[in-house]
């Protein structure tokens, strides 16, 4: 049983990381109600996580290598429990923004050191166990944030879903120090701090743009603005890419089709399943009223099933080509989506259960076989960088989603009350972040927002799942009946 006190300190820090990802989608309304935040500043406080994890998780494994993974997971503790503090004790929205950032940073020096801290204490049998049950744990964070969040804030506040997580720390840092080996540090990494930066400025400049024209239009001049920059820094990744000695990522990867399907999968299947998951808690408590516990217990169906598929499916679909369990797990998550898209100003939160069923059996088929499908997808020495670019491309696509989705559900809104409130627009936004009156107009206005953007989800992860079954394949083996045909033809 001790051999295994290691893996519960690995696995501690990851559930903290990724439960923060999706825990805050049910505090939204109290947020909104004690910070007087607009439905930009909520959508921020998603995205600023998403973000900082994703451009900087490639960054923090050459950290890692220069340092020594224990050092900088023990570090990321620390941070993220001192940016867990101000989040919890945050006086207003800009605040709780910049700290949810600082989390981010914390969360990305923590995830990117988990599997090398994985790989360095086990061996052989048991660390294909230490994979599994640190991939179930992944796998149920991200399910069950949601409802973690609900019973933190209904019965505490929206404050202790951030303050929970310094006794966790504290216990992790503990054990983290007591039974976990130093791995000795490569010291030949070169941290990429160009294509840091640049990918980093990139992304932030687009999802700035994209949740800046929600309010403003895309064709303002502070949208327009942030995308020309998004294209510049993108521009400005890629030469630094092509150029350094140690590059962030190799782009040479982007040959390989595969691969790229994998990353597509990756970052469309956290848009299409996860993203719409924060309007669908508005919709739960701002239109039906239902308290944040109530608003949790309605998404147990996606998290429940992807569970007991994720856990089933390393027996059940044994030998399914990866392709296959990807492919069809995303379409069955588009599927969930569309079949959630039948809301009108009298539905139930019972009416979107069978599509989270649906879903939840499209994420638990997918998420388990990503991390390995990427893997074979390149040179066992580019395995490292391939990992760290598919957790990349995830929150990515968490955070993009968010921003595009939170466009079509207010735009929506706006739409639907158009010629029925004095200003709309206003009311939209009211609506959006929960804070609109209870009013018949508003409940059908938001779930035509809903409804919009489920179907959006449904495209997302359908186009994602026939990616994968088109482009994916397995890697060719032609090298041994060569000889033979040459020695024919002789």
Request: hydrophobic share 55%; proline share 5%; charged share 10%.
């Amino acid at each position: 049983m001790r051999k295994w006190w290691p893996l519960v300190a690995v696995c501690l820090g990851a559930f903290m990381l990724l439960v923060d990802v999706t825990i805050v989608t049910v505090a939204l309304p109290g947020m909104a109600r004690s910070l007087d935040a607009s439905f930009s500043a909520l959508q921020w406080v998603l995205d600023i996580y998403a973000l900082a994890l994703a451009a900087l998780l490639l960054g923090a494994g050459s950290v890692a290598d220069l340092f020594g993974a224990r050092r900088v997971y023990v570090a990321g503790l620390v941070l993220f429990a001192a940016a867990s503090l101000a989040c919890g004790l945050a006086p207003n929205a800009a605040t709780l923004i910049a700290a949810r950032g600082v989390q981010g940073v914390g969360g990305a020096a923590m995830f990117t050191t988990t599997l090398a801290l994985l790989s360095s204490t086990y061996q052989g049998r048991d660390r294909g166990v230490a994979f599994g049950v640190w991939g179930a744990v992944n796998g149920l964070a991200a399910a069950g944030g949601p409802i973690l969040g609900g019973l933190l804030t209904q019965h505490v506040n929206w404050r202790s879903i951030f303050l929970v997580n310094l006794p966790v720390t504290v216990i992790a840092i503990a054990l983290t120090l007591a039974v976990v080996g130093r791995p000795r540090p490569a010291g030949r990494a070169r941290i990429d701090l160009p294509g840091m930066a640049s990918f980093t400025a990139s992304a932030g400049t687009l999802t700035y743009g994209l949740i800046r024209a929600g309010d403003d239009g895309f064709t303002a001049a502070a949208p327009l603005t942030m995308f020309a920059l998004a294209a510049v820094t993108l521009a400005v990744f890629v030469l630094v890419e092509t150029r350094t000695r140690h590059p962030l990522l190799d782009l040479g990867l982007f040959r390989n089709r595969s691969f790229v399907a994998v990353l597509v999968a990756g970052a469309l299947l956290m848009a299409s399943a996860f993203a719409c998951l924060a309007f669908t808690s508005l919709w739960l408590q701002g239109a039906l009223g239902l308290g944040p516990v109530r608003a949790g217990a309605a998404l147990i169906p996606l998290a429940l099933t992807s569970f007991v598929v994720s856990a089933a499916g390393a027996r059940l679909l044994h030998g399914v080509p990866p392709r296959l369990s990807i492919g069809i797990g995303l379409l069955l998550v588009g599927a969930g989506s569309g079949l959630q898209a039948v809301l009108d100003a009298g539905s139930s939160a019972t009416a979107i259960v069978p599509g989270l069923i649906v879903g939840g059996v499209g994420v638990g088929a997918a998420i388990p076989v990503l991390s390995a499908a990427v893997m074979s997808a390149v040179p066992p020495e580019r395995g490292g960088m391939a990992g760290g670019a598919l957790n990349t491309f995830r929150q990515l696509g968490y955070a993009l989603g968010i921003a595009v989705l939170g466009i079509v559900f207010r735009g929506r809104i706006e739409h639907a009350l158009t010629g029925h409130v004095t200003d709309p627009h206003a009311m939209a936004g009211a609506a959006s972040g929960g804070r609109a009156p209870r009013l018949p107009i508003v409940r059908a206005a938001v779930a035509s927002g809903l409804n919009e953007v489920y179907a959006v989800s449904a495209g997302l992860g359908i186009a994602a799942g026939i990616i994968v079954l088109v482009l994916a394949r397995p890697p060719r083996r032609t090298a041994r009946p060569e000889p033979q045909r040459q020695k024919a033809a002789a």
